[in-house]
């Protein structure tokens, strides 16, 4: 069965604009959880959203977004961009809640470069 | 002090060595991730364990929760074993993760 898609891989934006990122999970899975990584800070998480609703939010400022669809499929999305949030962002699907117990599995990651 | 310390930070072995990588985080956890990172980005999952040890082929986890301590081995080790390895804590819906151990296998 097909993995966890993310679209697009790879991205340039400019200082200010705003960027949506999008994951699609494996089929039944219901649980997405969004991370960030960087060269300096490394993997952070950013958020996880299980049916539709978010269940935990990592330390990022406001401007970071996402949400859930009733058919699994996940959105982030980053508002007013800064230098900094240039990073890989990764998506990952697990069938019930990330950590309870379930396997995550990984996309293979958006590319964002903030110029 | 991080919560998440991982060691070492660089591991350069030759292909059949034993290796080991070890993590120690400061909370209570309720599982903890180890993941492989290859280069380009992708991650995999390798193991999620709560207690005691899993084998998994030539890869063998262990945890002690008391002691807030995982340790990742990889028997007879082999060049397509070289990758970032991540071990990631998790507890109240908040998985935070290690710097990570970079290993290269040379044969």
């Known amino acids: 069965k097909a993995g966890v898609t993310q679209t697009p891989r790879y991205l340039i934006k400019t200082r200010g604009q705003q960027v949506t990122l999008s994951c699609s999970p494996i089929s039944g899975h219901r649980s997405v959880s969004w991370y960030q990584q960087t060269p300096g800070q490394g993997l952070q998480f950013l958020f996880e959203?299980?049916?539709?609703?978010?269940?935990n939010k990592g330390n990022f400022p406001g401007r970071f977004s996402g949400r859930q669809f009733s058919n699994s499929r996940s959105e982030m999305n980053v508002s007013t961009l800064e230098l900094g949030d240039s990073a890989l962002y990764l998506c990952?699907?697990?069938?019930?809640?990330?950590?309870?117990?379930?396997?995550?599995?990984f996309g293979e990651g958006s590319w964002l470069t903030v110029v | 002090k991080n919560e998440v310390e991982q060691s070492p930070q660089n591991l350069t072995a030759q292909e059949g060595e034993f290796i080991t990588i070890n993590c120690s985080y400061s909370?209570?956890?309720?599982?903890l991730h180890w993941l492989q990172q290859h280069p380009g980005g992708g991650i995999v999952s390798l193991f999620m364990l709560s207690s005691g040890k899993k084998k998994h082929g030539r890869l063998i986890a262990t945890i002690n929760i008391q002691e807030k301590h995982s340790s990742l081995h990889i028997t007879a080790s082999h060049p397509r074993d070289s990758a970032v390895y991540i071990c990631?804590?998790?507890?109240?819906?908040?998985?935070?993760f290690g710097a990570g151990t970079r290993l290269t296998v040379k044969p």
């Open positions: 990631a804590p998790y507890n109240n819906n908040d998985m935070r």
């Open positions: 990952a699907s697990s069938l019930g809640a990330q950590g309870a117990g379930n396997t995550i599995y």
């Open positions: 959203y299980f049916s539709e609703t978010q269940r």
């Open positions: 909370v209570g956890i309720s599982a």
